[in-house]
């Protein structure tokens, strides 16, 4: 279970510091990405978009540092799991827009397969969590999976079953909005 740990802890560090590094280098046009999600008052976005991107770097580097992948791979989780909400948002409002996701060079609409795969992500940093705070040396007060880890964990699978079904509904309703307003 270590190894696998091992591996995506790594692949998971590599992600987090190319997808910062490539955003540093873009800075006006990842604000303009982050301005676009309409969540944020429009004075807190050049601010996070210098900062989000440290964040990111910092993240995947202390993922790639075994003492400190534990605590690293919940805050992996807690930005993918906001990720995640920020693009379900959008597109439960109908809207699509480049995330201003690592491919800067690219443009990458959001999309449900976005969601899902920061999702998907975000357990994966969740396994990562729990590996390795179990295997944490015995201090003072060493993490117990079960104990502590349950309330990320749940909120994990919770966000699973709550954003996932969010496309179906904004699907439908757009479906039910063209029909009663006489288009379909």
Do not use: Q
Not at 11 to 18: E, M, R, T
Not at 95 to 109: K, N, V, W
């Amino acid at each position: 279970m270590e190894v696998i740990a091992l591996g995506v802890r790594a692949s998971l560090g590599l992600i987090f510091v190319v997808a910062g590094a490539v955003k540093l280098t873009a800075p006006d046009r990842f604000a303009r990405a982050i301005g676009a999600y309409g969540l944020l008052p429009r004075r807190a976005i050049p601010v996070l978009a210098r900062v989000l991107p440290l964040l990111e770097i910092a993240t995947g580097t202390l993922l790639l540092a075994r003492p400190a992948a534990g605590l690293a791979a919940l805050a992996a989780a807690a930005l993918l799991a906001g990720f995640a909400v920020a693009v379900a948002l959008n597109l439960a409002r109908g809207r699509r827009f480049d995330c201003g996701c690592a491919g800067l060079s690219g443009s990458r609409t959001i999309s449900w397969t976005l969601v899902a795969r920061n999702v998907l992500l975000a357990g994966a940093a969740t396994f990562v969590a729990v590996v390795e705070l179990a295997a944490a040396p015995e201090g003072p007060r060493a993490p117990s999976p079960t104990a502590e880890m349950l309330p990320v964990m749940v909120t994990a699978w919770t966000a699973t079953v709550l954003v996932a079904p969010l496309g179906e509904t904004a699907r439908l309703a757009r479906r039910l909005d063209h029909v009663i307003g006489g288009r379909g």
